[in-house]
């Protein structure tokens, strides 16, 4: 009996070890059992996604400024928060010589579900001059909704001008004389729509006007040699253009009533000011724009000489001459201009213009209007923002105006 216990238990034993050897054999082949994870995790090389993190950079400033050359003409506001583009360009024009400028554009949409509505866009920009001219600014047009718009500058001016008075006829007997004139100005327009491409809206101008030299003071006739002015106002606005920075169709016609409080400025008057633009642009052959501009303004008589203006309006009427030439309370011009696409983001323009300051209009006469025409080239640095080069010719002078965006 004790000889069959100690059998089975021998036996039980030999058992027990063959099924361990068994299991252990079991172990050492079988592999491990994959792991509880997303699949997404499985398929992610971590040391090529490392590698590849360690070994790329940024582009350089360089880099950005041809890739936004050669791609900064798309429209990319679908797919950013702000596309941003820099440019550092001459510039020229008869009254501030050559000099260099920089800007920063932004183009950006409020509702990016709304494709037709135009992207707001925003520019900072800065310049310098050969002759001491600088001036910085920042200014935009803001598109809230299809109703709602907003129009600012802010601008900064230290100019040191050629000057030859206040008025028309003094400029045209005074010889030339100097004076260095500086400027802080704010203006702002917003406007709503009330009607399918009909907008009211209400306006703000602030202005502080210095003369930091100037050779012979006789030339301000009277005036003070420093202003200030806030000024508010409204308008109503008839636009169907389909682009406000480069438009090839359709028509703009603003009238703007403006009060200068003589409360709130230095003039020791109240001071009325009315302004009319008029433009149409009318598609011809293919990829030209013929594009019209009226622009009259009117302010009294005897207008502080800082509200008045000078016939040249700088970069967009009476190209060529030099700004501030003519002087008078009041102002009437009108361009005609042809804008022909020659390839790809390569244009061409020629126009025809004339224009005139006056004291009031039973003074204007008819032999007082000055001719103006020139040519230009276009390149579309930014989607509808052209970069320009325009020659313009004038009584006895012309130029070079070399800036961003169309005269209008």
Known sequence: MVKRVIYIIFLSLCCCVAMAQDNARQWSIAPLPAPDVPTEIEDVDVSAHIDSAAIKKKDNIIVKFVKQLLMGNKDRTFEKAID?????????????????????????????????LHPSDVKLLAGVSLTGQYNVSIEGHNFFDRYQRLNYKIEFQNRPLNFWGISYDACCHNPMSTYTRQGLSLEAD?????????????????????????????????????????GIGASITYDTRNSLTNPTQGVHIMLKEMVYPGFVGTAGKSIFSTTFIGNYYQRMWKGSVLAFDVYGEYNGENVPWPLRPELGEGSSRMRGFYR???????????????????????????WVGCGSVF??????????????????????FKHNINFRVDYGFGKEMGGFVITLSEAF
């Open 84 to 116: 941003l583009s820099f440019a550092v360009y001459p510039s020229y024009s008869n009254e501030s010589s050559f000099g260099l400028g920089g800007m920063v554009s932004g183009l950006y949409r409020i509702d990016k579900t709304d494709s037709i």
């Open 190 to 230: 917003y406007t709503y729509m009330v009607y399918p491409n009909l907008y009211v809206g209400c306006a703000l101008d602030v202005r502080y006007n210095y003369l930091s030299k100037i050779a012979d003071v006789a030339y301000l006739q009277g005036q003070n040699e420093w202003y200030y002015f806030t």
């Open 324 to 350: 501030g030439r003519y002087i008078d309370n009041n102002m009437l011009s009108g361009q005609v201009e042809l804008r022909q696409h020659i390839y790809k983001r390569f244009g061409a323009v020629v």
């Open 359 to 380: 004291p009031s209009f039973k003074e204007l006469k008819g032999s007082d209007f000055l001719l103006n025409y020139g040519l230009g080239v276009r390149f579309e």
